[in-house]
């Protein structure tokens, strides 16, 4: 089931991912059946990181500074920098002697790919040839170009299950129930305490309650979900809903999302870059070098290779934070042939992907890291089974339209370096569906392109916003505790105020790591940590 390389076969499974779909909206996603983004997410013993890309990010230090500053006390990056250390085993060799930014003694391990295309090295010698450094972008600063650093051992994945359940699998007091579908958290109304949780399990409804305290940690579309139908959330909408209100809470507000632009894919002459038909191609050793020695391609996830962090606004400046990420991928995003029945694209799209097929080729998905865009999450019904409506807003603000725009720039400037230019590189042109009125490559077609072309990079976060208690905005205290009820906390993606600068598993590894020192300290177990 897990090969790395076509790591996004994983969504076409209706077993492991919810499938979740925004709703319809005609500012993004426009190339994509009904106009609707696909937001896959894991159903599955250790969610979404058995489902991703395992690109091993851990945003930059500024991020948790200034979630710090927002009020949120211990979680500036001097504080959480130790849960970072705390949760990897780095295999990467040259990085086993920092001890200042990495780990070696933690459940997951952090590796680079077993395999690389000459493309990959000339990203990178690209990124030099425009002045910029090469690091690790897990270490002191993050601008720059670097290989990637990936949740993977031996070529294989590590999940949070693989890391950390398995392990624990024995311990007594550790219980864990498959194919249960939490249904909401029961609540004392007259202490205002979380007591316990109701579950469907085989179409029984099954309750179970709490001696000590409740974590929620169903995601950034879960968690939301499942506090609102439990009566936490904004009382008007609630009230439309006929649930009980017992605390009014901006839950469900404050998404965020990483979005990219998926359309610019570069051909090349020769047979250079990862193409899925001559992985299957029988005569090839690919599929003998994965299954025999777990090496070659294969163990490439997605075929992503690389990424470049830069500040679009100031070039020169390598230090804070970036504004746009560029993921390097080994092959043609266009042309894939997985990909389009991923992303939902419509037919004209299908018909711009398929021209590409037999291509080799390379992409760079500018994904803006920043943006200024929130969206939000509300129920559409008081039952668990109904999927809630996501409003995502891409490119709301105007900001995230002009910074995207910038990262396409730059992402074009990579594809005119030399060390790209000796692979014969040549950008595909397409004009797509619904911008054939605009001049190809001003401002207004780029707009059009990246609102047509709007590709998830499955980040979503923010909906159960940490912030002080006189915080109106937010739902969990600096300690995860939901605010106003006794007994309850909220521990995933959600609770992020604002997205790091960075794909999103590993912080969350981190949000884990932090939040059970936090339950340890508060019940007087700390000196076991
Ligand atoms: C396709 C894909 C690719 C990605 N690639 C990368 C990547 O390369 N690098 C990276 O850093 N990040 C990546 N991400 C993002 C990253 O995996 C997620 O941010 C992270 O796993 C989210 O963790 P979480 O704990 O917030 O939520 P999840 O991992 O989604 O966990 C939530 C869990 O709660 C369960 N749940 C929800 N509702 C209920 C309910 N009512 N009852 C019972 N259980 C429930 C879900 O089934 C799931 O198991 C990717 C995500 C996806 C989907």
Known sequence: MDIP???????????????????SSNKYCLGMKGNRCNWPRGKVMGGSSVLNYMIATRGGAEDYDRWAKMGNEGWAYKDVLKYFKKLETIDIPELQSDNIYHGTK???????????????????????????????????????????????????????????????????????????????????????RAIGVEFIKHRQIIRVFASKEIILCAGAIGSPQILMLSGIGPTKHLNELGIDVVRDLPVGENLMDHVAFGGLTWTVDDPVSIRIADIINPTYPYMKDFLMTKSGPITVPGACEALAFIDTKHST????????????????????MILPIVMGLNNAMHQIWNKYITTYGWTILPMLLKPESRGRIRLLANDINVKPEIIPNYFDNPNDVKTMINGIKAAISVGRTKAMKLFGSRLTNDTYPGCENYEYDSYDYWECAMRTVSLTIYHFTGTCKMGPKEDPTAVVDPRLKVIGIQGLRVADGSIMPEIISGHTNIPIFMIAEKLADMVKEDWGYSNES
């Open 106 to 192: 933690g459940p997951l391990h952090i590796s680079y790919p077993l395999f690389r295309t000459p493309l990959a090295k000339a990203f990178l010698d690209a990124g030099k040839e425009l002045g910029y450094p090469l690091l690790d972008y897990n270490g002191k600063n993050i601008i720059g170009f670097s290989y990637l650093q990936t949740t993977m051992v031996n070529g294989t994945r590590m999940s949070s299950n693989r890391a950390y359940l398995h392990p624990a699998r024995n311990r007594r007091n550790l219980h864990v129930t498959r194919e249960s579908m939490v249904k909401k958290v029961l609540i004392n109304r007259h202490t205002n």
């Open 317 to 336: 400046k390598l230090d804070g934070l970036p504004d746009m990420e560029l993921l390097f991928i080994g092959g043609g995003l266009k042309g894939d």
């Open 5 to 23: 390389l076509i790591v996004h076969m994983l969504q076409l499974s209706n077993d492991i991912n919810w499938k979740y779909q925004t709703k």
